[in-house]
Structure formats: structure tokens, C-alpha cells
């Protein structure tokens, strides 16, 4: 009981839902680059070695925030702050899984991806959290960028080399993570400001957060469009993308006369997971179908 006891606390660490949502976004990016020309084991390496990388990652982060994990009320169980895992055990635990990631990563696919890993992991770890996190509104900007790579890591895997469309998945994901994050702050509101995380929220409020998650979302919905316009993705992204960004930003425009704020941010973080996962999701099935035109060429 022991012994599985550990295992959960261990599999904890590496914060399973993060890791299962990332994948659904490297499988995006790696299929919309192989446009149906799969190579499975090349899919499995990036799959698993990024899959580590971010455990590695996670593991770290809950050795760095062990402080202000203690204070939150969603983080109090956590494993190390319940000291049923140690500091030492921690490290040691995220150290093999950051070399058992990257060596993956080294091994079956190219420079471009294990540095663009590297990249997200250090922003992750260290400008985010060892730095800005605690010191910076504009912690969740930088941390973006980070949340931003999987897809890209996924394209550059197959492609060899960072071009237009990873830029462009790039700028997607890093725009979908501010509204996200956003949302996430305002119906957690009293944990970040219990455990002194400046936020936007909490420094400068719920009513100037609203208008930042509208904005971010208009620019969402250009930048996912943006991708078809381009060639790199279908009509059916496009029309996916269309569908679910408009939505978004209706619920988003709801913020401006809702009377429960907490209730209305909990529907523009759970439909921002359904969005990202749908674009994914399309840039994966219709890339396998059919190569990619751009959209103004086929409506021409």
C-alpha cells in the first residue's frame, strides 16, 4: 500500500493533466507538419521525450513553489507540501526525467526541437518560475512562451527547422494562454492573492482583466485563422477555428454584465480548453486527410 502509495504521490509531481493536454497539441503540430506522411516512431520519440521534459518541468515547479503551494487551497495536498516526499527525492526524481526526455528528443529528432525544448523548460523553470512569477504581472506572458511549444516542438520534429508556420502555431498558443491564464486567476482569485502572486486580476483587477481577455481573444481568433489563410491548415480548421473563436469571445463579451464573476470566468477557462483542443484536434485529422492550400488560393 506503501509502495503505491509513492507511486501516486510521484505521478503527482509531474501534474498528469498538464502533460495529457500538451500531448493533444504536439500531435497537432507534428501532423499538420507531416501533412499525412507519418513516421511513427519519429511521432513516438517526440510524443515521450517531450512528454518527459514537461514531468521534468513540473517536478521542479513543485520544488520551487513547495512555499506558496502551502498557502494556496488547490495546492495544499500536494506531495511536498504534505512532506510525504522530500526535496532531495523531488530533484533527483525531475533530474532523470529531464535526461531521460532530452535524450529522446537528441536521439530521434533534430537540433531545432531539443533546443526549442530547451527554450520552453528553461522559461518554465526559470524565468517563470524561479523569477517572475512572484516579482511581475508579466510572469504570464513570459510563461507563454512556454506553454506555447508543445505544438511547435511537435512541427519543428518533423519539419527540421523553425519557418513560417511554426511562427505562426507559436503565436497561437501563446495568445490562447493569456485569457486562459487570466480566467484561471480570477476564479482562484483569493488563492493568488492569499499567497502574494501579482497576477493581473489581483493587481490591477477583475474589471481590467475582463478587457484583457477580451482583446487577447479577438487576437486569438485572427491568429488561429490565420493558419488556413496561410496554407498550413484547411477549410475545416477554418471553420472550426471560426466557430469556436466567436464563441469564445461571446462568452467572453458576457463578463461585461454577469453578476458572478468567479462562475463566468470557471466558462471562458473550461471553453478555452475545448478550443485549443479542437484546433488541435482538426490540425490533426484534416492534415492526414488532404495536403493544405491556402485559403485564398481555393476560394479563388
Known amino acids: 500500500m506503501a509502495t503505491s502509495s509513492r507511486r501516486r504521490d510521484y505521478l503527482a509531481l509531474t501534474k498528469p493533466g498538464i502533460i495529457g493536454g500538451n500531448a493533444i497539441s504536439v500531435l497537432g503540430g507534428f501532423f499538420l507538419a507531416a501533412q499525412g506522411q507519418i ?34 487551497e488547490r495546492t495544499r495536498s500536494r506531495p511536498l507540501v504534505q512532506g510525504r516526499l522530500s526535496v532531495a527525492e523531488t530533484l ?24 526549442l525544448a530547451a527554450f520552453g523548460f528553461a522559461i518554465y523553470v526559470g524565468a517563470y518560475s524561479l ?18 511549444m508543445p505544438p511547435v516542438v511537435g512541427y519543428c520534429a518533423v519539419s527540421g527547422e523553425f519557418d513560417a508556420g511554426a511562427l505562426t502555431l507559436l503565436v497561437i498558443f501563446c495568445i490562447w494562454q493569456m485569457p486562459h491564464s487570466y480566467a484561471i486567476a480570477i476564479f482562484r482569485f483569493k488563492d493568488y492573492e492569499a ?11 477583475i474589471s481590467t482583466a475582463k478587457h ?56 471562458v477557462f473550461g471553453f478555452s480548453i475545448l478550443t485549443i483542443t479542437a484546433l488541435s484536434v482538426m490540425m490533426s485529422v484534416e492534415s492526414s486527410l488532404l495536403p493544405a492550400t491556402p485559403l485564398m488560393a481555393a476560394l479563388g
Not at 511521432?43 to 513553489?65: M, R
Not at 525531475?94 to 531539443?114: H, K, Q, R
Open 131 to 148: 523569477w517572475l512569477k512572484r516579482r511581475s504581472e508579466y510572469g504570464t506572458l513570459v510563461g507563454s512562451f512556454s506553454g506555447a
Open 39 to 72: 513516421d511513427p516512431w519519429l511521432l513516438l520519440a517526440t510524443l515521450a521525450g517531450l512528454s518527459l521534459v514537461i514531468a521534468s518541468g513540473c517536478a521542479y515547479n513543485n520544488v520551487i513553489d513547495r512555499d506558496i503551494d502551502a498557502v494556496m
Open 195 to 205: 499567497a502574494k502572486i501579482p497576477v493581473l486580476p489581483v493587481v490591477r483587477g
Open 92 to 115: 533527483r526524481f525531475a533530474t532523470l526525467l529531464g535526461v531521460a526526455g532530452f535524450g529522446l528528443l537528441a536521439a530521434f529528432t533534430n537540433a531545432v526541437t531539443v533546443g
Open 212 to 267: 484583457y481577455i477580451l482583446g487577447y481573444i479577438v487576437a486569438f481568433l485572427f491568429a488561429s485563422l490565420a493558419l488556413s489563410v496561410a496554407g498550413y491548415a484547411g477549410p475545416g480548421y477554418f471553420a472550426v477555428a471560426l466557430v469556436m473563436g466567436a464563441y469564445w469571445l461571446y462568452l467572453a463579451m458576457q463578463g461585461y454584465w454577469t453578476t458572478n464573476a468567479e462562475r463566468w470566468a470557471k466558462r
